[in-house]
């Protein structure tokens, strides 16, 4: 069997992106379709963070009106703001789910929750109103208890196993899996319970973003066993797997400086170059056969979202290996894509509407 | 017991530093007494590394003429230009130490050794000559084998036995220890097997490099539970166990900028703070008193080198918290201490020569 010189992908859903505010917004927002996605499922970690459905609303018409081909499927922040009334207003408006974050553990996050119990009136009327609730996997270091960056998502799965066991009929996205432990975890539950991959996970591990801030972000990307299992259970077509880019600009300048006191920012940015670029990665490991699963019909299936009027079909055409280099200005500064100067053997060709 | 406000520490000795070359080894030797110390045990590490014993007393000759109050013990960088022959050559001429880095693995480290068992006649014949051997304790990272920075070190440890099994007399450093398993495997192996620990990895875990290149480098600070250990072990007053700064120095701009090409360089430097900056990270863990022996007696007793002439007893007086913010030209860049912006809670006061 030759390698095939393309692949068709029907209207591929990246079920996790960060579509920012401002300027920012104005630039990354056009790349969702750019790098071949008609639906983006958008994190609510703002500055305010998005806790209100009207919030949500106006955030969404402003996606629109920067592009309104794309489908924004809206999330709230969880924060004490949000009541049982709220969700239900949520629902009604359309929302489609909840993004908790753990407290201080990434961009944003300052607001982030410390504890579940505080919310379970809040997680009933999710599991009623049937509202997604998407998970930030990880908890806070501690040194005391020996918990850092590399096992923060270890030590939060028995919090997403109890909060399965409470509220079993409430569908839950581990967001951004990063290790075996949170794979077999997701497996290990019903099938409320799914997970989202990043296209960045499948393809680093911690030696990649040692000393390489433009490789930073959170979770951190761990153990070549852990990217092994993330790339095994795609490979295998598990159908509670599926893409959420978790593509999350930043200012160059914060991603490729840091001073003794301050960090580099936390957060790759794939949307620019998402389709190609998972196409590219899943063939590294032998499962450019599972792409279309992995980028659209799992996480649609999850969510229940069947693809719309506007949903596309998309001719990925294979390439000689096509180098990273577009960036975009943003203000003094600009953005730039992760894989910025590596290659990429596939590109976008033919896009038609899918007429169903 | 009240805090102490004095603390005096006689002839301080850094079993691992970096002295550059060219501009950079201008800057930096003079640090070195300026940070405390009276003695200097020097990496061969240049470009092109010191394999001969010709190169190492040329170049002790030159950190002498920048700063001739110092005891510079030299290595050799382990090659297959290292003979016996040479072997006793630098032994003759007072070459102190053979170092072995791992191809690759960290800075300049390009010609480093991919199999001891090429090198037994060499070490045969150091063991004989008593010359010490130093090890840079990680295997290069192989995805294959589920190896990478966090686990390279422990995937060393077998080498180190095996080395001490086969040359129990030859004296061995493992350096610069990150792991509860390294100190585990010292203390197990015999009276001929020491081990450096550096002030940074006495304070920092992962969470400090992820994100923050001015705290990254190899090996790389891994989980709490290893500085435990690594306190643990200087609290003891283990005398396998003694100070190795692997202070390193890098331009600031290496140092600070990651470009999507090109990661920030691995090292910190901790020179010009290193006798306060140690005091300072004991007492954090409860092993002031532990202080004598970690930065003199423990590493002057292994290596057989009482003080000298010019040995210092140097008083440490507590203040209120000295920010460190001191950095150096360096041609139109500069070098920058690790720490810098933060406290150090100790600074250097009476100088005085030891009388004995």
């Known amino acids: 069997m030759s390698a095939p ?19 920012l917004s104005e630039v990354v927002t056009p790349q969702v379709r750019k790098g071949g996605f008609d639906l983006a499922y958008v994190m609510p970690n703002l500055r305010p963070p ?16 920067i592009d309104s081909s794309v489908d924004y499927l809206m999330t709230l922040y969880l924060s004490p ?18 993004k908790s974050y753990p407290r201080g553990v990434t961009t944003n996050s300052d607001g982030g929750i410390e504890s579940y119990e505080i919310y ?20 806070p270091s501690d040194a005391a208890s020996n918990t850092c960056v590399l096992n923060a998502e270890n030590a939060f799965l028995p919090h997403l196993k109890k909060l399965h066991d409470t509220f079993p009929k409430l569908r839950i996205v581990l967001e951004h899996a990063t290790t075996r432990a949170a794979v077999d975890m997701v497996k290990s539950l019903g099938d409320t319970v799914a997970c989202t991959i990043t296209a960045h996970h499948l393809a680093m591990t911690v030696d990649d973003w040692a000393g390489q801030s433009w490789n930073y972000c959170k979770p951190v990307a761990k153990y070549p066993s852990d990217r092994q299992a993330l790339q095994e259970v795609v490979r295998q077509g598990h159908p509670k797997f599926f893409l959420g880019s978790d593509s ?5 300048s914060t991603k490729s400086v840091a001073t003794p006191s301050q960090p580099c920012a936390a957060g790759v940015y794939t949307s620019p170059i998402l389709l190609p670029f998972v196409a590219h990665t899943l063939e590294s490991f032998g499962a450019l056969d599972r792409l279309q699963g992995f ?11 069947p693809a719309g009027a506007n949903a596309r079909r ?19 500064d600009r953005v730039v894509p992760f894989w910025a100067g590596k290659e990429i053997g596939w590109e976008i060709g033919d896009v038609s509407l899918l007429k169903r």
Chains 1, 2 share one sequence.
């Not at 703001?81 to 969700?87: A, C, F, G, I």
């Not at 980028?295 to 979202?305: E, I, K, L, N, Q």
Request: glycine residues 8%; contains cysteine.
């Open 5 to 23: 010189t393309e692949v068709t992908v029907e209207s591929p859903a990246d079920f996790h992106v960060h579509l920012r505010q401002g300027e």
């Open 50 to 65: 998005i806790t209100k459905t009207e919030q949500a609303i106006a955030y969404r018409e402003r996606l629109k009106a």
């Open 81 to 98: 703001d949000l009541t049982p009334e709220e969700v239900r207003k949520a629902k009604e408006a359309g929302i489609a789910g909840v």
């Open 120 to 139: 379970y009136p809040v997680f009933e009327e999710m599991q009623k109103c049937d509202l997604v609730l998407n998970l930030h996997g990880e908890v």
């Open 248 to 252: 999350a600009p930043h200012p160059a």
């Open 295 to 305: 980028v659209s019909d799992h996480g649609r299936a999850f969510y229940r979202r």
């Open 314 to 332: 998309i001719v990925l055409r294979r390439v000689q290996g096509i180098r990273v280099e577009d960036t975009w200005p943003l203000g003094g």
